[in-house]
Protein backbone atom coordinates (compact mmCIF):
# COMPACT_ATOMS: atom_id res chain seq x y z
CA UNK A 1 0.00 0.00 0.00
CA UNK A 2 1.40 3.33 -1.38
CA UNK A 3 1.49 6.43 0.75
CA UNK A 4 -1.41 7.66 -1.15
CA UNK A 5 -3.51 4.97 -0.27
CA UNK A 6 -2.63 5.28 3.25
CA UNK A 7 -3.99 8.94 3.81
CA UNK A 8 -7.20 7.95 1.48
CA UNK A 9 -7.42 5.19 4.05
CA UNK A 10 -6.70 7.57 7.03
CA UNK A 11 -9.00 10.11 5.57
CA UNK A 12 -12.15 7.72 4.97
CA UNK A 13 -11.62 6.20 8.62
CA UNK A 14 -11.84 9.80 10.40
CA UNK A 15 -15.30 11.03 8.22
CA UNK A 16 -16.68 7.52 8.55
CA UNK A 17 -15.81 8.53 12.46
CA UNK A 18 -17.13 12.11 12.71
CA UNK A 19 -20.61 10.39 10.98
CA UNK A 20 -20.80 7.34 13.20
CA UNK A 21 -20.33 10.10 15.88
CA UNK A 22 -22.84 12.90 14.49
CA UNK A 23 -25.38 10.31 13.99
CA UNK A 24 -25.38 9.32 17.69
CA UNK A 25 -25.60 13.40 18.57
CA UNK A 26 -21.62 12.52 20.20
CA UNK A 27 -20.73 15.94 19.06
CA UNK A 28 -17.24 16.22 22.08
CA UNK A 29 -15.18 13.58 19.90
CA UNK A 30 -15.32 15.98 16.48
CA UNK A 31 -12.74 18.70 18.30
CA UNK A 32 -9.98 15.65 17.58
CA UNK A 33 -11.11 14.62 14.33
CA UNK A 34 -11.06 18.45 12.84
CA UNK A 35 -7.30 18.77 13.22
CA UNK A 36 -6.63 15.46 11.79
CA UNK A 37 -8.74 16.05 8.54
CA UNK A 38 -7.27 18.78 7.55
CA UNK A 39 -3.93 17.37 7.58
CA UNK A 40 -4.81 14.48 5.44
CA UNK A 41 -6.44 16.53 2.92
CA UNK A 42 -3.22 18.61 3.01
CA UNK A 43 -1.22 15.37 2.36
CA UNK A 44 -3.79 14.44 -0.29
CA UNK A 45 -3.76 17.01 -2.13
CA UNK A 46 0.06 17.17 -2.35
CA UNK A 47 0.31 13.17 -3.47
CA UNK A 48 -2.52 13.16 -5.91
CA UNK A 49 -1.03 15.93 -7.72
CA UNK A 50 2.01 13.71 -7.91
CA UNK A 51 0.33 9.92 -8.72
CA UNK A 52 -2.83 10.12 -10.29
CA UNK A 53 -2.07 8.36 -13.74
CA UNK A 54 -3.14 4.52 -14.81
CA UNK A 55 -5.15 2.01 -13.10
CA UNK A 56 -4.19 2.73 -9.78
CA UNK A 57 -5.45 6.63 -10.13
CA UNK A 58 -8.70 5.17 -11.12
CA UNK A 59 -9.01 3.12 -8.35
CA UNK A 60 -7.86 6.12 -6.00
CA UNK A 61 -10.60 8.16 -7.68
CA UNK A 62 -13.18 5.50 -6.80
CA UNK A 63 -12.06 6.14 -3.36
CA UNK A 64 -12.13 9.47 -3.42
CA UNK A 65 -15.52 9.49 -4.58
CA UNK A 66 -16.38 7.72 -1.55
CA UNK A 67 -14.98 10.06 1.06
CA UNK A 68 -16.66 13.07 -0.98
CA UNK A 69 -20.25 10.94 -0.58
CA UNK A 70 -19.17 10.57 3.23
CA UNK A 71 -18.36 14.43 3.32
CA UNK A 72 -21.69 15.14 1.82
CA UNK A 73 -23.67 13.03 4.46
CA UNK A 74 -21.18 14.49 6.87
CA UNK A 75 -22.61 17.84 6.17
CA UNK A 76 -26.04 17.27 5.91
CA UNK A 77 -25.69 15.65 9.72
CA UNK A 78 -23.80 18.93 10.83
CA UNK A 79 -26.45 21.21 9.34
CA UNK A 80 -29.46 18.90 11.01
CA UNK A 81 -27.75 19.43 14.37
CA UNK A 82 -27.25 23.32 13.59
CA UNK A 83 -30.78 23.65 12.45
CA UNK A 84 -31.77 21.59 15.83
CA UNK A 85 -30.52 23.77 18.31
CA UNK A 86 -31.50 27.20 16.70
CA UNK A 87 -35.23 25.58 16.78
CA UNK A 88 -34.47 25.21 20.59
CA UNK A 89 -33.34 29.03 20.71
CA UNK A 90 -36.48 30.06 18.80
CA UNK A 91 -38.67 27.54 21.08
CA UNK A 92 -36.90 29.01 24.60
CA UNK A 93 -37.80 32.82 23.17
CA UNK A 94 -41.41 31.92 22.40
CA UNK A 95 -41.99 30.79 25.64
CA UNK A 96 -40.10 33.95 27.33
CA UNK A 97 -41.73 35.84 25.14
CA UNK A 98 -45.04 34.77 26.35
CA UNK A 99 -44.59 35.14 29.60
CA UNK A 100 -43.68 39.09 28.91
CA UNK A 101 -46.80 40.17 27.12
CA UNK A 102 -49.40 41.90 28.22
CA UNK A 103 -53.04 41.46 27.36
CA UNK A 104 -55.02 43.97 25.69
CA UNK A 105 -58.57 43.99 23.96
CA UNK A 106 -59.22 45.46 20.91
CA UNK A 107 -62.81 47.73 19.95
CA UNK A 108 -64.48 44.10 19.44
CA UNK A 109 -63.65 42.89 23.41
CA UNK A 110 -61.42 40.02 21.43
CA UNK A 111 -58.36 39.35 23.73
CA UNK A 112 -54.50 40.67 21.61
CA UNK A 113 -51.13 40.37 23.09
CA UNK A 114 -48.79 43.40 22.96
CA UNK A 115 -45.34 42.96 23.49
CA UNK A 116 -44.35 44.26 27.34
CA UNK A 117 -43.26 47.63 27.24
CA UNK A 118 -42.85 50.26 29.49
CA UNK A 119 -45.54 53.02 27.88
CA UNK A 120 -48.06 49.70 28.91
CA UNK A 121 -47.14 49.70 32.43
CA UNK A 122 -48.28 53.05 33.05
CA UNK A 123 -52.07 53.68 33.92
CA UNK A 124 -53.64 56.09 32.55
CA UNK A 125 -56.36 58.02 34.48
Same mark, same amino acid.
Given at each position: ?????????????????????????????? %????? +? %?? @????? #???????????????????? #???????? @????? #????????? @??? !????????????? +??? !????? @?????????????? #? +?
Amino acid at each position: MSNLDEIIQKLRDVVEFENAHLKKGQFRPL %KETTE +V %KQ @KCLTE #LNVLVSQNSSGEEGVKRSTH #LEIIRELL @KENEF #LMKSAINTV @KSA !YQQINAIRNREAK +VGA !YDRFG @KTINLPDSQGLRKK #L +V
